[in-house]
C-alpha cells in the first residue's frame, strides 16, 4: 500500500500569464502558496483473486481489465502514461471538492503520479512530476489551462514562478514566521457552493490571449510588487490592495469569470472592511478569498453568512509519500 498527499494551493498573482500562448511570447509570472488542505490517492496491488484487473475508487468506482477502459481521464492517462500492467486498485480521498478553484485536477494528477512511482520503486524530483503532470493533463487529457498549479502541488509552500519560452523557472519565498503569521490573519476563504468545470471560460480567455496582453501584463507586474510587500517590511494592508487590482482585471479577461451572486458577495464584504480578494482558480465557482484586518472578520462572516467558511492554514511542503508498507 502506497498513500500520497498533495495540498491544494490558493493563487494570488498573475493567474493567466502562465498559459502557453501568452508567456511563449511575453514573460508570465504568478505567485501562490499551498494550504493545509489535501487530496489522498492510494495505489494498492491487486491480486488475481478479483474478476478484473484494476479499480479505481473516487466519486464513483470503475472495474476495468485495461487502463484503456477507465472513463476518469487522469486515472488513465497516468497509469497509461506509467506503463502500468500489474493488476491495481486506487482510491482517492479529498478534503475539498474538485472544479473549485483550488487546483484539485492537477493536485490530483502529481498525487498520482507520485504514488505510481513509488509503487513501482522510482525515484523522481518534483519538477519532474510537475512537468510530467502538464503533459498528461494538458497534452495526453486535452484540458485548457495554465502551468501554475502542476508546480504549486509539486513543490509546495510559497512560489514566485516565471515563465517564459525558454524555460520555468521555481523561486520559493521564505517570508518570516512573523510575515507568514500577519498574512494569515488577514485572509478569509468562504465556498460559494458552486463546483464545475471552468473549461469553457479557460477557452474563452485563451482566445482572448491577444487583446488581453496589457491587462496580462500588468497583472505580472502585480507579481513583482507582492513580492516585495511579502518579503518586506512594507504595510501588510498593501497586499489586499493588490489583491482588488487584480481582481478587478481578473474580471475583464473573459466572460463569466465572475457573476452577480460573486459580485454581491465580494461588494458586502469590502464594505464589511476588506481591502480585497478574488476569486480562486479560472472563475464562476468555487472559493472567494478575502483579505481584511482581523477587527472587521467579524462583521464580514455576518454579512457572508450564507457561504461557508474554510479555516485554513499555509503548508510549506509539496506531494509527500505518507505511507509506504510493502
Given at each position: ?190 465556498y460559494t457552493g458552486v463546483e464545475q468545470s471552468a473549461e ?127
Amino acid at each position: 500500500m502506497i498513500i500520497s498527499r498533495t495540498p491544494f494551493r490558493i493563487s494570488f498573482f498573475g493567474g493567466g500569464s502562465d498559459f502557453p500562448g501568452f508567456y511563449e511570447e511575453h514573460a508570465g509570472a504568478t505567485l501562490s502558496t499551498t494550504i493545509n488542505k489535501y487530496c489522498y490517492l492510494s495505489v494498492h496491488q491487486l491480486s488475481s483473486f478479483f474478476k478484473y484487473n484494476f479499480r479505481a475508487s473516487y466519486a464513483k468506482t470503475e472495474l476495468v481489465q485495461h487502463p484503456d477502459e477507465f472513463q476518469h481521464p487522469l486515472v488513465r492517462e497516468c497509469l497509461k502514461f506509467m506503463q502500468i500492467t500489474k493488476g491495481m486498485e486506487i482510491a482517492h480521498i479529498s478534503d475539498l471538492p474538485g472544479r473549485t478553484g483550488l487546483g484539485t485536477s492537477s493536485s490530483f494528477t502529481v498525487g498520482l503520479l507520485n504514488a505510481l512511482y513509488t509503487f513501482e520503486g522510482l525515484q523522481v524530483t518534483p519538477q519532474e512530476l510537475a512537468e510530467q503532470a502538464i503533459l498528461i493533463e494538458r497534452e495526453r487529457v486535452g484540458d485548457p489551462g495554465g502551468h501554475q498549479d502542476q508546480y504549486a502541488a509539486a513543490h509546495g509552500g510559497f512560489l514566485r514562478i516565471d515563465y517564459s519560452a525558454q524555460c520555468v523557472t521555481i523561486k520559493s519565498l521564505e517570508l518570516r514566521p512573523q510575515r507568514n503569521s500577519e498574512l494569515l490573519s488577514h485572509l478569509l476563504l468562504f465556498y460559494t457552493g458552486v463546483e464545475q468545470s471552468a473549461e469553457s471560460i479557460l477557452h474563452k480567455q485563451t482566445k482572448g490571449m491577444k487583446k488581453n496582453t496589457d491587462n496580462l501584463r500588468a497583472m505580472v507586474d502585480m507579481v513583482n510588487a507582492a513580492e516585495t510587500i511579502l518579503c518586506g517590511d512594507a504595510d501588510i494592508n498593501a497586499f489586499g490592495d493588490l489583491l482588488d487590482e487584480t481582481w478587478q482585471m481578473k474580471r475583464g479577461l473573459a466572460e463569466g469569470i465572475s457573476n452577480t451572486a460573486i459580485d454581491q458577495a465580494y461588494t458586502a464584504g469590502r464594505a464589511a472592511g476588506a481591502r480585497g480578494g478574488k476569486l480562486l482558480g479560472a472563475g464562476g465557482r468555487g472559493f472567494l478569498l478575502l483579505f481584511a484586518e482581523p477587527r472587521f472578520h467579524t462583521a464580514i462572516r455576518e454579512q457572508l453568512h450564507g457561504l461557508q467558511e474554510v479555516p485554513f492554514a499555509f503548508s510549506n511542503s509539496g506531494t509527500r509519500i505518507i505511507l509506504e508498507d510493502r
